[in-house]
Protein backbone atom coordinates (compact mmCIF):
# COMPACT_ATOMS: atom_id res chain seq x y z
CA UNK A 1 0.00 0.00 0.00
CA UNK A 2 0.97 3.26 -1.12
CA UNK A 3 1.21 6.14 2.00
CA UNK A 4 -1.40 8.06 0.64
CA UNK A 5 -3.94 5.67 -1.51
CA UNK A 6 -5.26 2.19 -0.40
CA UNK A 7 -5.39 -0.19 -3.61
CA UNK A 8 -7.35 -2.73 -1.63
CA UNK A 9 -10.60 -0.26 -1.24
CA UNK A 10 -10.76 0.24 -4.76
CA UNK A 11 -13.37 -3.34 -5.37
CA UNK A 12 -15.57 -4.26 -6.35
CA UNK A 13 -14.24 -4.82 -9.98
CA UNK A 14 -16.77 -2.69 -11.66
CA UNK A 15 -14.75 0.00 -10.21
CA UNK A 16 -12.05 -0.82 -13.15
CA UNK A 17 -11.56 2.75 -14.07
CA UNK A 18 -11.07 4.21 -10.45
CA UNK A 19 -8.37 1.32 -9.76
CA UNK A 20 -6.63 2.36 -12.54
CA UNK A 21 -6.44 6.00 -11.28
CA UNK A 22 -5.17 4.73 -7.44
CA UNK A 23 -3.23 2.81 -9.34
CA UNK A 24 -0.94 5.57 -11.12
CA UNK A 25 -1.58 7.91 -8.06
CA UNK A 26 0.37 5.04 -5.94
CA UNK A 27 3.06 4.80 -8.53
CA UNK A 28 3.54 9.02 -7.85
CA UNK A 29 3.59 8.67 -4.87
CA UNK A 30 1.56 11.51 -3.69
CA UNK A 31 -1.82 12.48 -2.34
CA UNK A 32 -4.41 13.14 -4.37
CA UNK A 33 -6.05 15.36 -2.37
CA UNK A 34 -3.56 17.69 -1.47
CA UNK A 35 -3.74 21.24 -2.53
CA UNK A 36 -0.74 21.06 -4.49
CA UNK A 37 -2.11 17.46 -6.69
CA UNK A 38 -5.86 17.87 -6.47
CA UNK A 39 -6.33 18.99 -9.86
CA UNK A 40 -3.94 16.71 -11.50
CA UNK A 41 -6.12 13.65 -10.47
CA UNK A 42 -9.61 15.22 -9.97
CA UNK A 43 -11.37 16.79 -12.71
CA UNK A 44 -14.24 18.15 -11.29
CA UNK A 45 -14.62 21.98 -10.47
CA UNK A 46 -13.17 22.69 -7.46
CA UNK A 47 -14.37 25.62 -4.66
CA UNK A 48 -11.85 26.48 -2.07
CA UNK A 49 -12.71 27.73 1.26
CA UNK A 50 -10.55 28.10 3.99
CA UNK A 51 -10.50 24.51 5.69
CA UNK A 52 -12.11 22.77 2.56
CA UNK A 53 -12.08 22.72 -0.43
CA UNK A 54 -15.68 21.28 -2.28
CA UNK A 55 -16.45 19.09 -5.41
CA UNK A 56 -18.31 16.59 -6.96
CA UNK A 57 -17.19 13.42 -6.20
CA UNK A 58 -15.26 11.80 -9.77
CA UNK A 59 -16.59 8.58 -8.99
CA UNK A 60 -20.23 9.19 -7.25
CA UNK A 61 -21.87 5.76 -4.90
CA UNK A 62 -24.50 4.51 -7.23
CA UNK A 63 -27.20 5.08 -7.32
CA UNK A 64 -27.03 8.44 -6.12
CA UNK A 65 -29.02 11.75 -6.59
CA UNK A 66 -25.91 13.83 -5.26
CA UNK A 67 -22.15 13.20 -4.44
CA UNK A 68 -20.24 16.12 -2.73
CA UNK A 69 -16.81 15.56 -1.45
CA UNK A 70 -15.53 17.83 0.87
CA UNK A 71 -11.76 17.54 1.90
CA UNK A 72 -9.61 19.22 4.41
CA UNK A 73 -7.45 21.53 2.43
CA UNK A 74 -4.49 20.98 4.80
CA UNK A 75 -2.75 17.24 4.78
CA UNK A 76 -4.15 15.45 7.91
CA UNK A 77 -5.70 11.98 8.39
CA UNK A 78 -7.77 11.76 11.55
CA UNK A 79 -10.37 13.64 12.46
CA UNK A 80 -8.42 14.50 16.37
CA UNK A 81 -6.33 16.87 13.72
CA UNK A 82 -9.39 19.31 12.49
CA UNK A 83 -8.98 22.67 14.07
CA UNK A 84 -12.29 23.97 15.85
CA UNK A 85 -12.90 27.06 12.90
CA UNK A 86 -12.37 23.97 10.60
CA UNK A 87 -15.42 22.11 12.07
CA UNK A 88 -17.19 25.19 12.55
CA UNK A 89 -16.40 26.00 8.25
CA UNK A 90 -17.85 22.22 7.68
CA UNK A 91 -20.73 22.79 9.45
CA UNK A 92 -21.62 25.95 7.23
CA UNK A 93 -20.77 23.78 4.47
CA UNK A 94 -23.01 21.23 4.84
CA UNK A 95 -25.97 22.98 5.86
CA UNK A 96 -25.35 25.52 2.61
CA UNK A 97 -24.73 22.06 0.51
CA UNK A 98 -27.85 20.65 1.30
CA UNK A 99 -29.96 24.15 1.62
CA UNK A 100 -28.81 24.64 -2.23
CA UNK A 101 -29.34 21.45 -3.41
CA UNK A 102 -32.43 20.58 -1.43
CA UNK A 103 -31.62 17.52 -0.19
CA UNK A 104 -34.54 16.35 1.60
CA UNK A 105 -33.21 13.74 2.93
CA UNK A 106 -29.18 12.22 2.79
CA UNK A 107 -25.73 10.55 4.41
CA UNK A 108 -22.78 12.83 5.88
CA UNK A 109 -19.84 9.96 5.93
CA UNK A 110 -16.83 11.16 7.41
CA UNK A 111 -13.66 9.20 6.08
CA UNK A 112 -10.29 8.93 8.83
CA UNK A 113 -7.57 7.34 10.41
CA UNK A 114 -6.55 3.65 9.08
CA UNK A 115 -8.12 3.25 5.35
CA UNK A 116 -8.40 -0.34 6.54
CA UNK A 117 -10.99 -0.09 9.05
CA UNK A 118 -12.53 3.11 6.54
CA UNK A 119 -13.21 1.67 3.05
CA UNK A 120 -11.15 5.41 1.89
CA UNK A 121 -9.06 4.70 -0.97
CA UNK A 122 -7.24 7.66 0.34
CA UNK A 123 -5.79 8.65 3.53
CA UNK A 124 -6.51 12.34 3.59
CA UNK A 125 -9.32 13.41 5.92
CA UNK A 126 -12.55 13.76 4.07
CA UNK A 127 -16.32 13.81 4.35
CA UNK A 128 -18.59 13.08 1.88
CA UNK A 129 -22.61 14.40 1.28
CA UNK A 130 -24.67 12.27 -0.57
CA UNK A 131 -28.15 11.54 -1.26
CA UNK A 132 -29.75 8.46 -3.25
CA UNK A 133 -31.91 8.11 -6.38
CA UNK A 134 -34.51 5.77 -5.81
CA UNK A 135 -35.92 7.06 -8.84
CA UNK A 136 -32.94 5.31 -10.94
CA UNK A 137 -33.74 2.31 -12.77
CA UNK A 138 -30.62 0.44 -11.26
CA UNK A 139 -31.50 1.61 -7.23
CA UNK A 140 -32.27 -1.59 -5.49
CA UNK A 141 -35.30 -1.17 -2.85
CA UNK A 142 -33.76 -3.82 -0.81
CA UNK A 143 -30.38 -2.75 -0.85
CA UNK A 144 -30.50 1.26 -1.22
CA UNK A 145 -27.37 2.71 -1.67
CA UNK A 146 -24.53 1.01 -0.11
CA UNK A 147 -21.00 1.97 0.37
CA UNK A 148 -17.83 -0.26 1.76
CA UNK A 149 -16.86 0.88 4.98
CA UNK A 150 -13.71 -1.36 6.06
Not at 8 to 20: D, H, I, L, S, V
Not at 35 to 53: C, D, G, I, Q, R
Not at 65 to 76: C, D, G, V, Y
Request: aromatic letters at 8%; charged letters at 25%; one cysteine or more.
Amino acid sequence: MSKFVDQNNTQPPERGEYAKIIGKIANDGVCPFCSEHLAKYHKKPLENKVFWTITDNMYPYKPSKHHRLIIHREHIAHIDQVSPPAWHELMEIFIKEVAERKITGGTLIMRFGDTKFTGASVSHLHAHIVQSDPDDPAYDKTKGLTMRIG
